[in-house]
C-alpha cells in the first residue's frame, strides 16, 4: 500500500515527482488555496492567472498540470479543484480535502514520491488528506500477469509514497490523525480486495479463512460456524440459501474488546460471495457483478479489525453470514419453508431473497448477547438502488434517534445515504398461510419491506439500523474523488467512525 509520511520540508527543495495544490473557484477566477505558498511565490504570485489560462477554473475534481518553477527538485505541479472558496474564516469541507487528495494520488499513478501541499489547518485535515490519498492510490491487481509487481494503470503502478506538507510530525494529534488514515485505509481497501476477489477463489470457506488470520494477527476472537455446527445450531437461514452449492456456509463471529469498554456494538454483514438467485434465477445481464453480494460482510470485517487496530475503548462484535446462492439438485425451492435460528419459520417466496434469511440468523445470534446496539450492512435490495441511485445507501431502524444518527454519521465521514421508513402497513404483505413470515412482500417499496422483515429478527428492546448499500458497494463506472471502479468498502468509514463516537461517550 501506499506510504503517508508528515513532512516539514519546503515544497521547492523536495525531492519528488511532483507537487500537489489547491485550487478553489473564487468570484472572479481560480485561488490559489493555503499550502501552495512556496508554488505560488515561485511564479511571482501569478499562480492563479497561470492556472486560468491553462482553463482551470477550480471546480471540484478538475486537475491541471503544470511545469515546477525553476528551482524547485520536483519537475511536475498538480493542482486539485477544491470547489468554491469557503466563507470567510471557514477551512475547506474534510470532504473536498479527501476527494482533491483522491484524485491527485490516482491521476500520479506510476510516480514514487508526491508531496500534497493542499491546505492542514489541523490534524483533522491532515488526516483527511491522508485518507483520500491512500484510497485514492488503490488498485487492484492480484490477478494481472505481473500480480507480484503490480501494475494496474495502463501499465503504472499505484504512487509509492505521499508526503504530506504542513503538518506536525512530532504533534501527538498529528501523529494520530496519520495513524487512524493509515488504519482505516488500510482495511478499507481490504474489504475492497475481497469484493474484487473473482468468486470462484472466495468462497463461504475462504472468506473466514481470511477472517481467522486477520484475527490472529490484530488480537481478535474468532469463532467459525461449519455446516456442522450450523446444523446443530438450527441455522435454518445460512443452510437454506448455502444448499445449492457445492461450497458450503459459513457464520464467522468476531469479537474485539476492550478492558475499558463501557458499550457494545454489534455489526452483522450479508456475505453471499455469489448470488445466481438460486432456482429464482437471475436473468442475463444481472449475475456479472453479483461476486459483489458480500460487500457487507467485507465491510464488516474490515471495520472489526479497524476498530481493533485504532484501540478504541468499545466492544466491537462482527457477524459474518457467508453463502454460495446457487441453483441445483439440493437447492432450496420457491415454497419451501426453513426454520430460522430464532425459531420462526420462513416460507421462501424467492429463493433471490436470500439475504435477508442469512441475515435473519446472524441478527438473532448477535442479539442474544443483548449488544447496546446492532447495525447490519447489506447489498440487500434492487428496489434501494431505483430509489436512492448508485451512491447513496439507505438507513433503516427500530429508533429513529439512532437512525438519523448514523445519518449523521455517515455525511461526516463523507459516505452519502439517507433515512427511510419502515411503514407499518408494509408488514402485512408478508403474511404467509404456511409460515410465520413470507420472505417477500409488496413488490412497491421492496427496499422498506425488506427492512422490516429483518426487524422481526432482532431482539427485544435491542436498538437496531439496517444499512441498505446495494447502490453505493460496487462502482460499475468510472473511477471519481477516491473511489475505483468495482468494490468502494462502502459502510467501513461509516462503522468505524460509529465505534469511535460510541467509545468516546458521543453517541448515545
Known amino acids: 500500500m501506499t506510504a ?20 478553489a473557484k473564487g468570484a472572479k477566477g481560480p485561488v490559489v488555496a493555503p499550502g501552495a505558498e512556496a508554488v505560488d511565490k515561485a511564479y511571482d504570485g501569478r499562480l492563479a492567472g497561470v492556472l486560468e489560462t491553462l482553463g482551470a477554473s477550480g471546480a471540484e475534481g478538475e486537475v491541471t498540470k503544470l511545469p515546477a518553477p525553476s528551482g524547485f527538485k520536483a519537475p511536475l505541479v498538480l493542482a486539485v479543484g477544491l470547489g468554491a472558496v469557503p466563507e470567510k474564516d471557514a477551512g475547506y469541507d474534510a470532504e473536498a480535502l479527501r476527494k482533491a487528495a483522491g484524485i491527485a494520488a490516482r491521476t500520479l499513478s506510476g510516480a514514487r514520491k508526491a508531496a500534497f501541499a493542499l491546505p492542514v489547518t489541523d490534524a483533522a485535515d491532515a488526516g483527511a488528506i491522508g485518507e483520500g490519498a491512500l484510497l485514492g492510490a488503490y488498485s487492484f491487481d492480484a490477478y494481472k ?59 463461504p470457506e475462504s472468506f473466514a479463512a481470511i477472517a481467522q488470520a486477520a484475527a490472529k494477527e490484530h488480537g481478535i476472537k474468532v469463532q467459525v460456524l461449519d455446516e456442522k455446527a450450523l446444523v446443530k445450531g438450527g441455522y435454518g437461514g445460512i443452510l437454506g440459501v448455502g444448499a445449492g452449492s457445492a461450497a458450503g456456509p459459513r457464520l464467522v463471529k468476531l469479537s474485539y474488546t476492550s478492558s475499558k469498554a463501557k458499550k457494545h456494538l454489534a455489526f452483522v454483514g450479508k456475505g453471499i460471495t455469489y448470488d445466481s438467485g438460486g432456482i429464482s434465477l437471475k436473468p442475463a445481464g444481472h449475475n456479472e457483478t453479483m461476486k459483489c453480494d458480500m460487500s457487507g460482510a467485507a465491510s464488516v470485517f474490515a471495520a472489526v479489525v479497524a476498530a481493533a487496530r485504532l484501540g478504541l475503548e468499545v466492544n466491537v462484535t462482527g457477524w459474518l453470514a457467508l453463502a454460495e446462492n446457487m441453483p441445483s439438485g439440493s437447492a432450496t425451492r420457491p415454497g419451501d419453508v426453513l426454520r430460522m435460528y430464532s425459531g420462526k419459520t420462513v416460507e421462501v417466496l424467492n429463493t433471490d431473497a436470500e439475504g435477508r434469511l442469512v441475515l435473519a440468523d446472524a441478527l438473532w445470534a448477535a442479539s442474544q448477547e443483548k ?16 430509489a436512492l441511485g448508485n451512491r447513496t ?100 468509514r461509516t462503522l468505524v467512525r460509529l465505534a469511535e463516537l460510541t467509545a468516546a461517550g458521543d453517541l448515545g
Open 4 to 23: 503517508l509520511t508528515l513532512s516539514t520540508a519546503a515544497a521547492p527543495g523536495l525531492r519528488a515527482d511532483a507537487i500537489v495544490i489547491g485550487v
Open 145 to 203: 500477469e505481473n500480480g507480484k509487481d503490480p501494475k494496474a494503470r495502463n501499465g503504472k503502478a499505484p504512487l509509492a509514497e505521499v508526503a504530506l506538507l504542513g503538518g506536525k510530525p512530532r504533534d501527538k494529534a498529528y501523529k494520530a490523525a496519520v495513524e487512524r488514515a493509515v488504519a482505516v485505509a488500510e482495511e478499507l481497501n481490504r474489504a475492497r480486495d475481497l469484493v474484487n476477489t473473482p468468486p470462484n477463489d472466495l468462497t
Open 371 to 386: 449488544p447496546d446496539a446492532i447495525v447490519d450492512v447489506a447489498t440487500l435490495t434492487g428496489a434501494m438502488v431505483l
Open 393 to 492: 445507501f439507505g438507513i433503516m431502524g427500530n429508533d429513529d434517534a439512532f437512525r438519523t444518527a448514523l445519518y449523521e454519521v455517515a455525511e461526516e465521514v463523507g459516505e452519502p445515504a439517507w433515512p427511510m421508513p419502515l411503514p407499518e402497513h408494509l408488514r402485512k404483505g408478508m403474511d404467509s398461510p404456511t409460515a410465520d413470515i413470507a420472505n417477500m412482500g409488496e413488490r412497491m417499496g421492496g427496499g422498506l419491506v425488506a427492512g422490516l422483515f429483518l426487524r422481526e429478527f432482532v431482539g427485544e428492546g435491542i436498538t437496531w439500523a439496517h444499512l441498505d448499500i446495494a447502490g453505493p458497494a460496487y462502482n460499475e463506472g468510472g473511477p471519481f474523488g477516491y473511489t475505483p471502479k468495482g468494490g468502494t468498502g462502502s459502510g467501513v
